[in-house]
């Protein structure tokens, strides 16, 4: 019965079977966590990228109706461009106190790679950027 032990123990068989089988579902999780996160990021710096450019071509304006809508001609124009969907994107114009204020909002919850954020804790679902830009 010792003996029988003895070799029981010493056999080293299978035990990367059980080492992956321990440690894959903590990778996977990581990696899809990696994905989501860095995917978020990469769709805000472009949500910010629309509000900034945006903001700089309202300036070509004469006054503050044509800068808001240069601003929003320019926001549903370029959206592609940056990867955004342009129905999921909306904007507030709004020019005050020699000021122009753009945010832009994007709606993520529809983005494919956010379909694997039930597997770990989530960002936010709506991105929203503000850029404000003096006129005087």
């Known amino acids: 019965m010792r003996s029988l032990l003895k070799r029981w123990i010493a056999d ?3 035990a990367g079977a059980v080492e992956f089988a321990l ?4 990778f996977l999780i990581l990696v899809c966590g990696i994905l989501v996160y860095g995917v978020w990021f990469s769709l ?8 900034t450019d945006s903001a700089r071509a309202a300036l070509a304006g004469l006054d503050g109706t044509e800068r808001v809508s240069l601003a929003q001609s320019f926001i549903q ?3 592609p461009n940056l990867g955004l969907d ?4 909306t904007s507030n114009v709004t020019e005050a106190s020699g000021a122009i204020r753009v945010v832009v909002r994007f709606d993520a919850s529809r983005h494919p790679v956010m379909a694997m954020r039930g597997l770990i804790p989530s960002p936010p679902q709506t991105i929203e ?7 005087n």
Request: charged share 15%; glycine share 4%.
């Open 12 to 14: 080293h068989r299978g």
């Open 23 to 26: 440690l894959a579902p903590l």
């Open 86 to 89: 342009a129905t999921l994107t």
């Open 77 to 79: 124009r370029q959206a």
């Open 129 to 135: 950027r503000t850029a404000i830009v003096e006129t």
């Open 44 to 51: 805000a710096m472009s949500v910010q990228t629309l509000a």
